[in-house]
């Protein structure tokens, strides 16, 4: 972890965010030497090509029809007035 103060910080922003972002690197902020604030690079995101990578290719018959099922649990076909 790197340590600025906060006049380096001000002087620099773009630098430290540019070093936050490429390197993942964690940079503290002190104001008379105590450390005041953090700067962190953000979690990992995952694409949703990435989240679905872990599923089966298919369902099976019986595991469409469990689905089916439970995604219809407390609803009916009634139309109803969104507005009353």
């Known amino acids: 972890m790197q340590a600025i ?3 380096e910080l001000a002087r620099q922003t ?3 965010l540019d070093t936050v972002a ?3 690197q964690t ?3 002190e104001r008379n030497h105590v450390p005041v604030a953090r700067i962190v690079p953000p ?3 995952m694409t949703a090509a990435q989240a679905l990578a872990g599923l089966p290719v298919a369902l099976t018959l ?3 029809q469990a689905w ?3 995604s219809r ?3 009916d076909d009634s139309v109803r007035d969104p507005w009353a």
Do not use: C
């Open 5 to 7: 103060t906060a006049t």
């Open 14 to 16: 773009r630098q430290v």
């Open 22 to 24: 490429r390197q993942g």
């Open 27 to 29: 940079v503290i902020i």
């Open 43 to 45: 979690e990992p995101t």
């Open 62 to 64: 019986l595991q469409a």
């Open 68 to 70: 089916l099922a439970d």
């Open 73 to 75: 649990t407390d609803l």
